[in-house]
Each structure stands twice: as C-alpha cells, then as structure tokens.
C-alpha cells in the first residue's frame, strides 16, 4: 500500500478519486505523465498506443532496458504497478477517434494530424470535461489546457494548431531529452491537481530549458 500522508495538504487520493484520466500516446510525454498521475493517487487511467518500446526510447522515456521490443503500453502498466501499486488499462491500439472519451484527455501524441484527431473528438464532447495537450521538442515544452465544450477555448485552441508541413523540424539528435520529458509530465500532473481542486488553469504554460524562461497565460 502506498502512504500520502506527505502530499495531503497538497492533494490527497480523496481529491482524486472521483477523476478518470486517458492518456493518448506514452512516448516521452505519456509515459512519465502517466507515472506521475498514478503516483499521485489517480486510480482511474486508461492508455493508448500502439508502439513497442525501441532502443531510442530509452534515453527519454520511461521504460527499461527490459521493456525493449514490448508494446509501450504494456510495459508501462508493469511498471504502474511496480512503483504506484496501482492498475491502469492498457489499450495497445492507435487512437484513430472512434474510440469514446471521457474525463480528463492527456495527449502526448508528437505529430499535428495526431493532436487534430484527438481534438476532433474531444471538441464539444460533453464527456470531456478537460483536454490536456502537450508538446516538446528539444528542451522547449508547451502545455495548453482546455475546456473543450467553452467556445471561446476552443477558438483559442484552435488558433493554435498547424500542418505537419508547417511544424519547425528539429535536427535527429536534437529533438528530445529526459529532462525536459519530467518536467512536461510535472506540469501536466500540476495541471490535473489544479483541476482536481478547481483551482484557475493555465491555459498555456511555455518553458524554455535552454534559455530558462517561462511563460503562463491564462
């Protein structure tokens, strides 16, 4: 069993509890976000991707040396259960929309035509009561936080994405790195704690490692 007694005044599993979490892709984003919300206390979380864990993925995903050439979501439910005691479900599928939603929404997808599908479903989706989408590359990280059912977030949000073609294309060995992976899954787990009270969103938060600059917009 695990033992909050030192988060309580900060979040307690009672906060929690009620709160269902789908985290889409759980490459360098997805995987420690996925960690952090379990270590936290979520019970309810569910996973989605297709991908097996390559030698790659080790230096800035959270997956070991065993995990190599397993389905990504697999090896992270052992690994839920090996540091959170905790169970999350595991759908090694690629989200292609078709699937329902509900809750809270966590993309850690890293292309735009795979953050447009999950918009689309999440837009105006009365299920969804929160979108949460994340974005890294190289030690920049940008977090936006939405309520997909306000017209004026989705009109921002929105505004917000692009083509694939338009993206700036970072050189092969300059494109992630572990660190900038746990601080974008801390602020994502930030985001959803913040939720959990009802406390404002940062609608978008931006940091920069390499400058160490943030900003936050709400």
């Known amino acids: 069993m695990m033992d909050f007694w030192r ?7 009672e906060d929690l509890a009620s709160l269902r979490v789908t985290v889409i892709g759980v490459g360098g984003i997805g995987s420690p976000t996925t960690l952090a919300l379990a270590k936290m206390g979520i019970r309810k979380i569910i996973v989605y991707d297709d991908d097996k864990v390559e030698s790659h993925n080790l230096p800035n995903q959270f997956y070991k040396k065993t995990d ?35 809750g809270v929404v ?16 999440v837009k105006f989706n009365p299920s969804v009561q929160l979108y949460i989408e994340g974005r890294m590359g190289a030690e920049i990280a940008r977090i936006n936080t939405v309520s997909p059912t306000d017209p004026k977030c989705v009109k921002w949000y929105e505004s917000t994405l692009y083509t694939d073609e338009e993206a700036v294309e970072a ?8 660190y900038c992976s746990l601080m974008t899954a801390a602020l994502v787990a930030n985001q959803v704690k913040k939720f959990a009270h009802a406390d404002p969103l940062a609608r978008e938060i931006i940091v920069d490692l390499l400058t160490l600059s943030l900003i936050v917009n709400y």
Do not use: H, Y
Request: net charge negative; charged share 25%; with cysteine.
């Open 68 to 102: 190599l050439g397993v389905l990504k979501v697999c090896a992270l439910a052992n690994l839920v259960d090996e540091f959170a005691n905790a169970t999350i479900e595991a759908r090694a599928e690629r989200f292609d929309g078709s699937q329902e939603l509900s």
């Open 106 to 121: 966590v993309s850690g997808v890293d292309t735009m035509e795979a953050r447009k599908l999950i918009w689309t479903a």
């Open 171 to 178: 050189l092969c060995t300059a494109r992630a790195i572990i």
């Open 7 to 13: 988060q309580l005044d900060i979040v307690s599993p």
